[in-house]
């Protein structure tokens, strides 16, 4: 604290990850755009791996900074606290367009779709299969980071490990049933706009899935680390609450897109 004086907020150091970040942002549309036009895919490992590192050593930074130097006091808590809930707004506002998308057409369909829902020519996904399936685990992924939650309240650090690990699996085996049904699909991205919405809406949910998965996982380590308590343990909280918000999303999701829109 004496770097900074004694005062309760953190005035960050000078830090490289940003900008290789912002680089590996670049890289990482760039490659997508070379891969999609040449197939070629070794901008995009490139950049997914400066990526990865820029994230292991970024949060390596944060970790550091709230767990053995103190400087995360109650006001920067606070702080980070109202960060992340308007992080959260602006991903829901990012899904409502989504949804918007998806019932301008499927309310009223236009004459290029056969005027029906799906358009003609599309068969849809049975919602009572590999969807419901999918809805179960993510209600169980829910109670489970819960549990979690309050393990680390209790400071039973054993429960909290277990729970916040099966957590993760879960999330791991709707990423893999997703691919599996991604694979199957009777119908692509390209076919009209039912194929549009359906393969962005579930593939942005997928991806926060995955962002979800990894926040937890470092989350897990963290925990293993000893690195929270039960007064002081942000990180998670954070996690958790990104992983409601996935859960809340895809029922949303199930519910208009799977099953009454399908």
Same mark, same amino acid.
């Given at each position: 604290?004496?770097?900074?004086?004694?005062?309760?907020?953190?005035?960050?150091?000078?830090?490289?990850? @940003? /900008? #290789?970040?912002?680089?590996?942002?670049?890289?990482?549309?760039?490659?997508?755009?070379?891969?999609?036009?040449q197939?070629n +895919?070794?901008?995009?490992?490139?950049?997914? =791996?400066? *990526?990865?590192?820029? +994230?292991?050593?970024?949060?390596?930074?944060?970790t550091?900074?709230?767990?053995?130097?103190? /400087?995360? #006091?109650?006001?920067?808590?606070?702080? /980070?606290?109202?960060?992340? %809930? /308007?992080? =959260?707004?602006?991903?829901?506002?990012?899904?409502?367009?989504?949804?918007?998308?998806?019932?301008?057409? &499927?309310?009223? @369909?236009?004459?290029?779709?056969? #005027?029906?829902?799906? @358009?003609?020519? %599309?068969?849809?996904?049975? @919602?009572?299969?590999?969807?419901?399936?999918?809805?179960?685990? !993510?209600? $169980?992924?829910? $109670?489970?980071? *819960?549990?979690?939650?309050? &393990?680390?309240?209790?400071?039973?650090?054993?429960?909290?490990?277990?729970?916040? $690990? !099966? #957590?993760?699996?879960?999330? +791991?085996?709707?990423?893999?049933?997703?691919?599996?049904?991604?694979?199957?699909?009777?119908?692509t =991205?390209?076919?009209?706009v039912?194929? $549009? *919405?359906?393969?962005?809406?579930?593939?942005?949910?997928?991806?926060?899935?995955?962002?979800?998965? +990894?926040? !937890?996982?470092? *989350?897990?380590?963290?925990?293993?680390?000893?690195?929270?308590?039960? &007064?002081?343990?942000?990180?998670?909280?954070?996690?958790?609450?990104?992983?409601?918000?996935?859960?809340?999303?895809? !029922?949303?999701?199930?519910?208009?897109?799977?099953?009454?829109?399908?």
């Open positions: 604290m004496k770097k900074h004086g004694y005062h309760a907020y953190h005035l960050v150091d000078v830090s490289p990850w @940003p /900008l #290789t970040g912002s680089i590996s942002a670049m890289l990482l549309t760039t490659g997508l755009i070379k891969w999609f036009h197939f +895919m070794d901008l995009l490992i490139l950049a997914l =791996i400066t *990526t990865l590192l820029t +994230m292991i050593q970024w949060w390596r930074d944060v550091r900074e709230a767990t053995y130097q103190g /400087l995360h #006091t109650m006001k920067v808590v606070n702080g /980070l606290r109202w960060g992340m %809930i /308007l992080f =959260i707004t602006s991903e829901v506002l990012f899904f409502f367009s989504f949804f918007w998308a998806f019932f301008h057409s &499927s309310l009223s @369909p236009a004459v290029e779709l056969g #005027t029906c829902w799906p @358009p003609v020519g %599309i068969q849809a996904f049975n @919602p009572f299969q590999i969807p419901l399936l999918n809805t179960a685990i !993510l209600l $169980a992924s829910g $109670a489970t980071v *819960t549990w979690a939650h309050h &393990s680390i309240l209790n400071s039973d650090l054993t429960q909290a490990i277990q729970s916040l $690990a !099966l #957590t993760v699996s879960l999330g +791991m085996y709707f990423t893999a049933l997703q691919a599996l049904e991604y694979y199957e699909a009777p119908f =991205i390209a076919d009209s039912y194929g $549009a *919405t359906f393969f962005v809406a579930t593939g942005f949910h997928g991806l926060h899935v995955i962002i979800g998965s +990894m926040f !937890l996982l470092v *989350t897990l380590y963290r925990l293993y680390m000893c690195h929270f308590s039960a &007064s002081h343990h942000f990180g998670f909280e954070a996690a958790a609450w990104y992983w409601h918000f996935v859960d809340v999303v895809w !029922l949303f999701l199930y519910i208009s897109i799977y099953w009454w829109g399908g």
